[in-house]
């Protein structure tokens, strides 16, 4: 039974400014496309459970990465470090590089799964897809980890209402 009663959605500049209250790590979530590597910023990736070992993420279903995910039904989440600003600014500048071009020259390796791992990151987690769910324009990819690289000797680039922390 249900005592709340319904109340009006607030807007998605709402949404945003309440989401900004929390400190997240940035997050960019790679996968080895049909052209090359592709990529997003993950506005939300984050764990579900430590067993089985795995992750969410959200996608908005317009990502141009998308397809490629979906298709090879793997990725790998990676938590950039202060020294991957630059590659911040390539995934969130709107006339940056777009698709593969973001990639042009870094210094990719993998894990298991093939998905890039980017440099300038305090680790990252190879994760295969194992369930997709759509609501509301956008999937919830939950993966299962299936190799990770740690390095904790890095400070994390943090992002806090609308801007990085330095």
């Known amino acids: 039974m249900n005592d709340i009663p319904d109340l009006p959605d607030i807007d998605p500049p709402t949404f945003w400014n ?5 400190a997240a790590g940035v997050a960019i979530v790679t996968v ?3 052209e090359g590597p592709a990529g997003f910023l993950a506005l939300s990736a984050t764990h ?8 969410t993420v959200s996608l908005d279903k317009k990502t141009s990465a ?11 989440i990676n938590y950039l470090a202060q020294e ?3 590659i911040f600014s390539r995934f969130t500048s709107r006339d940056g590089p777009k698709g593969a071009a973001r990639f042009e020259g870094l210094d990719l390796t993998t894990l ?3 998905a890039p791992i980017l440099p300038g990151i305090t680790g990252a987690l190879d994760c295969r897809l194992e369930e997709v769910i759509e609501r509301y324009g956008t999937y919830l990819l939950i993966g299962r980890i299936v190799a990770f690289s740690n390095f904790s ?6 992002h806090y209402q609308g801007k990085l922390l330095a």
């Open 48 to 55: 579900l459970t430590a067993s089985p070992p795995t992750v």
């Open 84 to 86: 991957g600003e630059d």
């Open 153 to 158: 000797d890095r400070q994390p680039l943090v």
């Open 32 to 34: 080895n496309g049909a």
């Open 112 to 114: 298991e799964t093939g």
């Open 18 to 22: 309440a989401i900004g209250c929390r």
């Open 66 to 76: 998308g397809a490629d995910l979906l298709e090879r039904q793997s990725f790998a």
